[in-house]
Protein backbone atom coordinates (compact mmCIF):
# COMPACT_ATOMS: atom_id res chain seq x y z
CA UNK A 1 0.00 0.00 0.00
CA UNK A 2 1.19 3.59 -0.83
CA UNK A 3 2.43 4.99 2.88
CA UNK A 4 4.21 8.57 3.08
CA UNK A 5 7.29 8.92 5.09
CA UNK A 6 8.28 11.63 7.12
CA UNK A 7 10.69 12.20 9.83
CA UNK A 8 9.40 12.32 13.68
CA UNK A 9 10.61 15.30 14.56
CA UNK A 10 13.24 18.02 13.67
CA UNK A 11 14.16 20.91 15.73
CA UNK A 12 15.20 24.51 15.27
CA UNK A 13 15.96 27.66 17.12
CA UNK A 14 14.36 30.85 16.27
CA UNK A 15 14.90 33.25 13.04
CA UNK A 16 17.07 29.46 11.97
CA UNK A 17 15.62 27.78 8.81
CA UNK A 18 13.17 24.42 9.29
CA UNK A 19 13.09 21.74 6.22
CA UNK A 20 10.57 18.51 6.69
CA UNK A 21 11.01 15.77 4.21
CA UNK A 22 8.30 13.47 2.72
CA UNK A 23 8.74 10.59 0.76
CA UNK A 24 6.32 8.42 -1.63
CA UNK A 25 7.06 6.60 -4.31
CA UNK A 26 4.33 8.09 -6.14
CA UNK A 27 5.31 11.93 -5.57
CA UNK A 28 6.49 11.71 -8.91
CA UNK A 29 3.01 11.64 -9.86
CA UNK A 30 1.07 12.58 -7.38
CA UNK A 31 0.59 16.65 -5.86
CA UNK A 32 1.68 17.24 -2.59
CA UNK A 33 -0.15 18.90 0.60
CA UNK A 34 0.98 20.26 3.26
CA UNK A 35 -0.79 20.93 7.02
CA UNK A 36 0.11 22.66 10.18
CA UNK A 37 -1.46 21.31 13.02
CA UNK A 38 -0.94 22.82 16.71
CA UNK A 39 -2.47 21.07 19.70
CA UNK A 40 -6.14 20.82 20.52
CA UNK A 41 -6.78 22.68 16.35
CA UNK A 42 -8.02 21.37 13.12
CA UNK A 43 -5.31 21.31 10.85
CA UNK A 44 -4.84 24.08 8.50
CA UNK A 45 -3.73 23.90 4.95
CA UNK A 46 -0.04 25.62 4.18
CA UNK A 47 1.70 24.21 0.81
CA UNK A 48 -1.06 22.72 -2.18
CA UNK A 49 0.30 21.35 -5.37
CA UNK A 50 3.74 20.73 -3.79
CA UNK A 51 4.56 24.75 -3.80
CA UNK A 52 1.60 26.94 -3.80
CA UNK A 53 0.85 28.58 -0.63
CA UNK A 54 -2.82 29.48 0.17
CA UNK A 55 -3.81 33.52 0.98
CA UNK A 56 -2.98 34.30 4.96
CA UNK A 57 -0.01 31.84 4.74
CA UNK A 58 3.41 33.93 5.44
CA UNK A 59 6.10 33.56 2.79
CA UNK A 60 8.39 31.78 5.61
CA UNK A 61 6.50 28.81 4.16
CA UNK A 62 7.37 27.35 1.08
CA UNK A 63 7.24 24.25 -0.83
CA UNK A 64 9.30 22.13 -3.17
CA UNK A 65 9.51 18.45 -4.73
CA UNK A 66 12.29 16.48 -6.31
CA UNK A 67 11.71 12.98 -7.46
CA UNK A 68 10.21 10.76 -4.87
CA UNK A 69 10.30 13.36 -2.33
CA UNK A 70 8.73 16.76 -1.12
CA UNK A 71 10.34 19.59 1.50
CA UNK A 72 8.19 22.12 3.48
CA UNK A 73 10.82 24.77 4.50
CA UNK A 74 10.13 27.73 7.16
CA UNK A 75 12.10 29.93 6.75
CA UNK A 76 12.92 32.59 9.96
CA UNK A 77 11.52 29.76 12.28
CA UNK A 78 9.02 31.84 14.57
CA UNK A 79 7.98 30.38 17.93
CA UNK A 80 4.05 30.31 16.83
CA UNK A 81 5.22 27.68 14.00
CA UNK A 82 5.67 24.94 16.67
CA UNK A 83 3.23 22.67 15.70
CA UNK A 84 3.04 19.02 13.88
CA UNK A 85 2.75 18.98 10.40
CA UNK A 86 1.62 16.54 8.26
CA UNK A 87 2.05 15.95 4.24
CA UNK A 88 -0.50 14.14 2.01
CA UNK A 89 -1.06 12.99 -1.33
CA UNK A 90 -3.57 10.84 -3.15
CA UNK A 91 -2.97 7.25 -4.40
CA UNK A 92 -5.18 6.99 -7.74
CA UNK A 93 -3.00 3.60 -8.51
CA UNK A 94 -6.57 1.43 -7.69
CA UNK A 95 -9.29 2.67 -5.49
CA UNK A 96 -8.87 5.96 -5.16
CA UNK A 97 -7.39 7.23 -1.69
CA UNK A 98 -6.08 10.29 0.24
CA UNK A 99 -3.05 9.28 2.31
CA UNK A 100 -1.20 10.95 5.24
CA UNK A 101 1.92 10.80 6.56
CA UNK A 102 2.75 10.13 9.72
CA UNK A 103 3.32 13.70 10.83
CA UNK A 104 6.49 15.67 12.03
CA UNK A 105 6.62 17.45 15.41
CA UNK A 106 8.13 20.91 14.94
CA UNK A 107 9.54 22.40 17.77
CA UNK A 108 11.11 25.89 18.36
CA UNK A 109 13.79 25.76 20.49
CA UNK B 1 -17.17 32.90 6.16
CA UNK B 2 -17.12 29.14 5.64
CA UNK B 3 -18.10 26.84 8.15
CA UNK B 4 -18.30 23.25 9.50
CA UNK B 5 -20.08 22.30 12.21
CA UNK B 6 -19.55 18.38 13.66
CA UNK B 7 -21.65 17.13 15.29
CA UNK B 8 -23.06 13.37 16.58
CA UNK B 9 -19.78 12.15 18.12
CA UNK B 10 -19.71 10.22 21.89
CA UNK B 11 -18.95 7.25 23.74
CA UNK B 12 -20.64 3.66 22.25
CA UNK B 13 -19.52 0.10 22.82
CA UNK B 14 -18.27 -1.72 20.56
CA UNK B 15 -20.53 -3.18 17.73
CA UNK B 16 -22.57 -0.33 18.06
CA UNK B 17 -23.37 2.52 15.27
CA UNK B 18 -22.96 6.18 15.18
CA UNK B 19 -24.40 8.90 13.25
CA UNK B 20 -21.67 11.93 12.33
CA UNK B 21 -23.34 14.94 10.93
CA UNK B 22 -21.19 18.32 9.29
CA UNK B 23 -23.24 21.41 8.85
CA UNK B 24 -21.62 23.53 6.64
CA UNK B 25 -22.13 26.94 5.88
CA UNK B 26 -20.26 29.80 3.93
CA UNK B 27 -19.99 28.73 0.44
CA UNK B 28 -22.14 26.54 -2.68
CA UNK B 29 -21.95 23.16 -0.70
CA UNK B 30 -23.42 21.56 -3.57
CA UNK B 31 -20.52 22.41 -5.37
CA UNK B 32 -17.31 20.85 -3.24
CA UNK B 33 -16.67 17.25 -2.64
CA UNK B 34 -16.37 16.65 0.83
CA UNK B 35 -14.43 14.17 3.45
CA UNK B 36 -14.00 12.55 6.38
CA UNK B 37 -10.69 12.60 8.53
CA UNK B 38 -10.43 10.99 11.55
CA UNK B 39 -7.00 11.47 14.71
CA UNK B 40 -6.73 8.87 17.01
CA UNK B 41 -5.97 10.25 20.23
CA UNK B 42 -2.14 11.08 20.27
CA UNK B 43 -1.74 10.29 16.66
CA UNK B 44 -1.38 11.15 13.32
CA UNK B 45 -4.52 11.98 10.60
CA UNK B 46 -6.29 9.34 9.05
CA UNK B 47 -8.30 10.08 6.32
CA UNK B 48 -11.82 7.94 6.39
CA UNK B 49 -13.79 9.00 3.27
CA UNK B 50 -14.91 11.12 0.66
CA UNK B 51 -18.07 12.11 -1.22
CA UNK B 52 -18.75 14.10 -5.04
CA UNK B 53 -20.16 17.43 -4.47
CA UNK B 54 -23.43 15.42 -5.96
CA UNK B 55 -23.03 12.57 -3.62
CA UNK B 56 -23.00 10.43 -6.84
CA UNK B 57 -19.19 9.13 -6.36
CA UNK B 58 -17.89 7.76 -2.72
CA UNK B 59 -14.76 6.81 -1.33
CA UNK B 60 -13.74 4.76 1.68
CA UNK B 61 -10.44 3.62 3.34
CA UNK B 62 -10.02 0.41 3.75
CA UNK B 63 -9.90 0.18 7.29
CA UNK B 64 -13.46 1.46 7.09
CA UNK B 65 -14.95 -0.07 3.78
CA UNK B 66 -18.06 -2.01 4.45
CA UNK B 67 -18.39 -0.57 7.55
CA UNK B 68 -18.97 3.57 7.19
CA UNK B 69 -20.94 4.80 4.56
CA UNK B 70 -20.62 8.66 3.76
CA UNK B 71 -23.57 10.54 2.06
CA UNK B 72 -24.81 14.18 1.64
CA UNK B 73 -28.21 16.05 1.87
CA UNK B 74 -27.48 19.07 -0.54
CA UNK B 75 -30.58 20.90 0.33
CA UNK B 76 -29.31 20.77 3.89
CA UNK B 77 -26.32 21.88 3.23
CA UNK B 78 -25.05 18.86 5.65
CA UNK B 79 -22.68 15.58 5.44
CA UNK B 80 -23.25 12.60 7.47
CA UNK B 81 -20.78 9.65 7.79
CA UNK B 82 -23.17 6.36 9.54
CA UNK B 83 -20.72 4.40 11.15
CA UNK B 84 -21.60 1.06 11.80
CA UNK B 85 -19.83 -2.62 13.70
CA UNK B 86 -17.60 0.25 15.52
CA UNK B 87 -13.87 -1.07 17.07
CA UNK B 88 -11.86 0.43 19.64
CA UNK B 89 -9.56 1.05 17.01
CA UNK B 90 -12.51 3.58 15.91
CA UNK B 91 -11.93 5.43 18.45
CA UNK B 92 -10.63 9.36 17.57
CA UNK B 93 -11.37 12.99 16.63
CA UNK B 94 -13.69 12.63 13.66
CA UNK B 95 -12.91 16.15 11.64
CA UNK B 96 -14.98 17.20 8.44
CA UNK B 97 -13.30 18.80 5.50
CA UNK B 98 -14.05 20.82 2.73
CA UNK B 99 -12.03 20.41 -0.66
CA UNK B 100 -9.84 23.20 -1.60
CA UNK B 101 -11.42 23.88 -5.45
CA UNK B 102 -14.19 22.22 -7.54
CA UNK B 103 -13.55 18.77 -8.79
CA UNK B 104 -14.33 18.47 -12.57
CA UNK B 105 -15.48 14.64 -11.51
CA UNK B 106 -14.91 12.99 -7.77
CA UNK B 107 -12.84 14.68 -5.53
CA UNK B 108 -10.06 17.76 -6.05
CA UNK B 109 -8.34 15.33 -3.18
CA UNK B 110 -7.16 18.70 -0.27
CA UNK B 111 -8.87 20.46 1.93
CA UNK B 112 -8.78 24.58 2.48
CA UNK B 113 -10.97 24.25 5.64
CA UNK B 114 -11.60 21.94 8.26
CA UNK B 115 -14.10 21.70 10.83
CA UNK B 116 -13.51 21.26 15.17
CA UNK B 117 -14.44 17.86 14.93
CA UNK B 118 -16.11 15.77 17.63
CA UNK B 119 -15.21 13.07 19.43
CA UNK B 120 -15.90 9.31 18.84
CA UNK B 121 -15.14 7.32 21.55
CA UNK B 122 -16.00 3.20 21.61
CA UNK B 123 -14.95 1.46 24.38
CA UNK B 124 -17.69 -1.06 26.88
Known amino acids: SYELTQPPSVSVSPGQTARITCSGDALPKQYAYWYQQKPGQAPVLVIYKDSERPSGIPERFSGSSSGTTVTLTISGVQAEDEADYYC????????????FGGGTKLTVL | EVQLLESGGGLVQPGGSLRLSCAASGFTFSSYAMSWVRQAPGKGLEWVSAISGSGGSTYYADSVKGRFTISRDNSKNTLYLQMNSLRAEDTAVYYC?????????????????WGQGTLVTVSS
Open chain 2, 97 to 113: AKDADIAVAGTVGYFDY
Open chain 1, 88 to 99: QSADSSGTYRVV
